[in-house]
């Protein structure tokens, strides 16, 4: 148990679809963050909201959607997706993302996204 | 942000010790250095964190000489579920929330 809930765990949508990713943390953090990590690659940081607020968006193609309504809760909403974003979606925490570097981030387990 | 270089692979066999190494050339006087370790379908977790000498643990020690240019992440006497990626981060105070992972280490611990 991590302190990081995401779900659902796997997801299968056709491009036209329109689904949304949930992630919550349960450790007081400040601080979210959205991953995405594609079969042998390393894990590519889409975005980072601070005390809701959204501090970095890593050039992230606008079919993708982040809300974070509080510091518990963060969603990514998916809209027309292509085949090449299957991945596993991943949602983090930290206590503040602009703080002291010692910080290490809290992981969920990810969402599997398979896009027909 | 200091980009770090690790070997892509290693191996090793039960009751072993393991070092993997971590290059960071670049890294700044703020950078601390973080470790993390991935199974298959699970996100990263944290195994450990350090700015200079030895840190340790209960799964594992840290060590960085003195020009912090290299850091070595060793697990004592691995067992077979250790076998995951590891990952070797270095952050700053300014940018500590932009962690940038490279492709890690992926190490096999065989029986």
């Known amino acids: 148990e991590t302190g990081v809930t995401q779900t659902p765990r796997h997801l299968v949508m056709g491009m036209t679809n329109k689904k949304s990713l949930k992630c919550e943390q349960h450790?007081?953090?400040?601080?979210m963050y959205w991953y995405k990590q594609s079969a042998k690659k390393p894990l590519e940081l889409m975005f980072v909201y601070n005390f809701k607020e959204q501090t970095e968006n890593n050039s992230v193609p606008s079919r993708f959607s982040p809300e974070c309504p509080n510091s518990s809760h963060l969603f990514l909403h998916l809209h027309t997706l292509q085949p090449e974003d299957s991945a596993l979606y991943l949602c983090a925490s930290s206590q503040d993302g602009q703080g002291a570097p010692n910080q290490p981030q809290h992981f969920g387990d990810g969402t599997r996204l398979s896009i027909l | 942000l200091a980009k770090t270089t690790q070997p892509i692979s290693m191996d090793s066999y039960e009751g072993q010790e393991v070092n993997i190494t971590c290059s960071h050339n670049?890294?700044?006087?703020?950078?601390?250095i973080t470790w993390y370790q991935q199974f298959p379908s699970q996100g990263p977790r944290f195994i450990i964190q350090g700015y200079k000498t030895k840190v340790t643990n209960e799964v594992a020690s840290l060590f960085i000489p003195a020009d912090r240019k290299s850091s070595t992440l060793s697990l004592p006497r691995v067992s077979l579920s250790d076998t995951a990626v590891y990952y070797c981060l270095v952050g700053d105070m300014d940018s500590s929330y932009k962690l940038i992972f490279g492709s890690g280490t992926r190490l096999l611990v065989r029986p």
């Open positions: 450790l007081g953090h400040n601080a």
């Open positions: 670049n890294i700044a006087t703020n950078d601390y």
